[in-house]
């Protein structure tokens, strides 16, 4: 069966790697060429594999026409592909949800706060400069750790954490059954009508939903006044999830001590943003759940879709709505 294969920029390795590893040359694999015509590319291909589901509408057409059996995407989040389009054309479409990139991003959540903690950027300063024993740091031990959404990254996260003797909060738009709240140890879960409570208890807020027209700006001007002047804003979700000029006056005005971003509301920054200037600020390239880990469980899914096809059987994370 042929299955072609979608990089995403300049980042193709070791994504490609990985997938070809998984399946184990049990299908033929092409790599999509962006300098080669488009539609011949698609001729008898069966599966499409798309690194970060940047794939275009043509892209899309052409895999209709040529008789595909399902778009897979390598990520979890689809903000970037014309889902509605896609679902409407009856293309089969899958992800690999959170759980498959949920540890690398527990891990670099966890170290954004831990930078907060522990005063990282003021002790590099400090040692440069002569000065020793300051400043002093807090513990995680005891703090509120608030969770917006409670999928793959966030219960991985949850799990970190509470041995680390944090309180966890948590939210989310899908009922979680009490045994469920109970292994990851929550001291509250409910629903998106409880984000207040979250906003104004939280010590670390960390973002985990996915960006559709309902979560854009979810976190705005009024949010940063629920919160703790003490609290810091975690995000390594998507940018759009918070208002971004609303959390540069925020951080300006001291309203939160600060934030912790991976993502941002445009990629990549202009050298002058604000953000990359401000001392209660730490930034990170949008990297959070590329790890070698991720890239190798994602691999494996999309390649285990692959072989489901080929066997005439219906492909797991099916996604089936279009969430407006």
């Known amino acids: 069966m042929k299955v072609l294969f979608i990089g995403f920029a300049d ?11 998984a399946i184990d040359g049990k299908h033929s694999v092409e790599l999509y060429d962006p300098s080669s015509p488009l539609i011949p590319q698609f001729q008898d291909v069966q599966v499409v594999v798309d690194q970060g589901g940047w794939g ?15 778009w897979q995407v390598i990520g979890t989040g689809l ?34 706060m831990l930078c907060f903690a522990k005063n990282l950027d003021v002790s590099r300063n400090n040692i440069r400069s002569g000065i020793f024993y300051h400043p002093m740091n807090e513990e995680l031990c005891g703090r509120t750790l608030g969770l917006i959404g409670f999928g793959g990254s966030s219960r991985a996260l949850a799990a970190r954490a509470w041995p680390m003797g944090m309180r966890i909060l948590a939210i989310d738009v899908l009922d979680v059954s009490r045994a469920v709240q109970a292994e990851y140890h929550l001291d509250f879960f409910g629903n998106t009508a409880d984000l207040g409570k979250l906003l104004r208890e939280s010590d670390y807020l960390s973002v985990h939903i996915p960006l559709t027209a309902k979560t ?24 759009e999830i918070v208002d971004e000029v609303a959390l540069i006056d925020a951080l300006r005005a001291g309203k939160i001590r600060g934030a912790g971003l991976d993502v941002f509301s445009n990629e990549p920054l202009d050298s002058d943003h604000p953000l990359l200037h401000m001392e209660n600020v730490i930034a990170t390239p949008h990297l959070a759940g590329g790890t070698r880990g991720t890239s190798r469980r994602r691999g494996k899914a999309a390649a285990e879709n692959v072989f489901c096809i080929a066997e005439g059987q219906s492909p797991l994370h099916l996604v089936t709505s279009y969430d407006t």
């Not at 980042?11 to 590893?21: A, G, I, K, N, S």
């Not at 854009?216 to 940018?239: D, T, W, Y």
Request: proline letters at 5%.
């Open 56 to 70: 275009s509408r043509e892209m899309v057409d052409a895999a209709v026409t040529s008789g595909v059996k399902l």
């Open 11 to 21: 980042l193709v390795h070791p994504w490609y790697d990985d997938f070809l590893e």
């Open 79 to 112: 903000n970037h592909l014309d889902v509605k389009h896609i679902l409407e054309r009856k293309l089969p479409l899958a992800n690999t949800p959170g759980v498959y990139s949920g540890i690398a991003l527990a891990e670099h959540v966890l170290f954004l």
């Open 216 to 239: 854009q700006k979810l976190i705005h001007q009024e949010s940063f006044r629920q919160m703790k002047p003490s609290a810091v804003l975690i995000n390594a979700a998507r940018g």
